[in-house]
């Protein structure tokens, strides 16, 4: 809208100086033409913006002027909380909105506190995705942050991992969450509230039934529950390992923080060379030999015996793979350790 286009070029002009008419055009998106004409209609209402000629010239504001019309719309609003997060406003189609929201506020402030203010954004930047990861698609993200404000329920086909794969469901979503680069909607499913992974939504669309969440939900104190669930539902097992220093030093790299933390807690020391024996939590059989095979040589499992005879069928299949097996440098086993 020409109105809010002729106050995001005053608030540029504020925060930023002397600029030429062809950097405000390509700043905000439109001609250097319309850029001129803008620049006209804010003199007419008594701004006092003059011109310098020259090659290093520019339009700037008389000298301690400074507007007070620093009001947010609804849009810009929303997006407080993701004004130094332009990956994820960009995801949830605010990018505009969010840089709006970032020139009024630098705007409101004072001359020392805005240049404090951009001097740390140019020194810290978010980058939320794990590494080895590509960015997940989510298409139906907006559309889902628009149901979430507007309260109102969606028509979801939904993609889970038991049969049937596929189901279908009216969602009323309470909020979004973003961890470590995935979006989820937490939302309710008639009288249950679950959590839905947006990457997994096949198709989406706003239904005309609208809906009130609780009063006595609060969106961080459900996300923190549901993450204790999840790990209580996720570890169904533990397991004995024993550990070379260098495995204790390459854990951290190939299991997740909890495995990591309860091998702490419970290391001991065993034979005289430095392995450490200690109690892990496991998913699966398999999900564990998985993880454990990363660390080669430098690991052995003591217990149970499932989980260790699946280690042994897999380097034995690693083995014929790549040789015979009595050719290959063989690691001492436990009791031979121990008889140290």
Same mark, same amino acid.
């Given at each position: 809208m020409p109105a809010d286009r002729l106050l995001l070029t005053l608030l540029l002009l504020q925060t930023r100086g002397r600029m030429s008419a062809r950097r405000l055009a390509a700043e905000l998106g439109v001609s250097v033409r319309t850029a001129y004409r803008d620049l006209d209609r804010?003199?007419?209402?008594?701004?006092?913006?003059?011109?310098?000629?020259?090659?290093?010239?520019?339009y700037q504001l008389l000298d301690g002027y400074r507007t007070r019309l620093?009001?947010?719309?609804?849009?810009? +609003?929303?997006? *407080?909380? #993701? &004004? =130094?997060?332009? /990956?994820? +406003?960009?995801? *949830?189609? #605010? &990018? =505009?909105?969010? /840089?709006?929201?970032?020139?009024?506020? #630098? &705007?409101?402030?004072?001359a020392a506190l805005r240049d404090e203010a951009t001097r740390a954004d140019a020194v810290f930047h978010l980058d939320a995705p794990g590494w080895y990861r590509e960015a997940e698609e989510t298409p139906y993200?907006?559309?889902l942050m628009d149901a979430v404000f507007g309260r109102r329920a969606?028509?979801?086909?939904?993609?889970?991992?038991?049969?049937p794969q596929e189901v279908e469901r009216r969602l009323c979503p309470y909020g979004l969450v973003l961890k470590s680069g995935t979006w989820y909607v937490v939302a309710a499913a008639g009288r249950r509230t679950a959590t839905y992974r947006i990457s997994q939504v096949l198709d989406a669309a706003l239904s005309d039934e609208?809906?009130?969440?609780?009063?006595?939900?609060?969106?961080?104190?459900?996300?923190?529950?549901?993450?204790?669930?999840?790990?209580?539902?996720?570890?169904?097992?533990?397991?004995?390992?024993?550990?070379?220093?260098?495995?204790?030093?390459?854990?951290?790299?190939?299991?997740?923080?909890?495995?990591?933390r309860a091998f702490a807690a419970t290391a001991t020391p065993v034979g005289g060379d430095g392995w450490t024996e200690a109690?892990?939590?496991?998913?699966?059989?398999?999900?564990?030999?998985?993880?454990?095979?990363?660390?080669?040589?430098?690991?052995e499992v003591v217990a149970p015996e499932d989980l260790r005879r699946a280690m042994a069928d897999a380097v034995r299949a690693l083995a014929r793979?790549?040789?015979?097996?009595?050719?290959?440098?063989?690691?001492?086993?436990?009791?031979?350790?121990?008889?140290?």
């Open positions: 804010l003199r007419a209402t008594g701004v006092p913006v003059y011109a310098e000629q020259g090659r290093t010239g520019g620093t009001g947010l719309s609804e849009g810009e +609003a929303r997006v *407080l909380f #993701l &004004a =130094g997060l332009p /990956a994820p +406003a960009a995801d *949830l189609g #605010l &990018a =505009g909105e969010v /840089a709006a929201t970032r020139l009024k506020l #630098l &705007a409101a402030l004072p993200l907006p559309l969606v028509d979801v086909r939904y993609r889970r991992w038991r049969e609208r809906f009130e969440r609780p009063e006595d939900f609060v969106l961080g104190d459900y996300w923190a529950s549901y993450l204790d669930d999840f790990a209580s539902r996720r570890y169904t097992g533990t397991a004995t390992i024993r550990l070379s220093p260098r495995g204790r030093e390459r854990l951290a790299a190939n299991v997740s923080p909890e495995v990591v109690v892990i939590p496991t998913e699966s059989t398999e999900h564990a030999r998985g993880e454990l095979l990363r660390l080669g040589v430098d690991v793979t790549y040789g015979d097996a009595g050719d290959m440098v063989r690691p001492r086993s436990s009791l031979e350790r121990d008889s140290l």
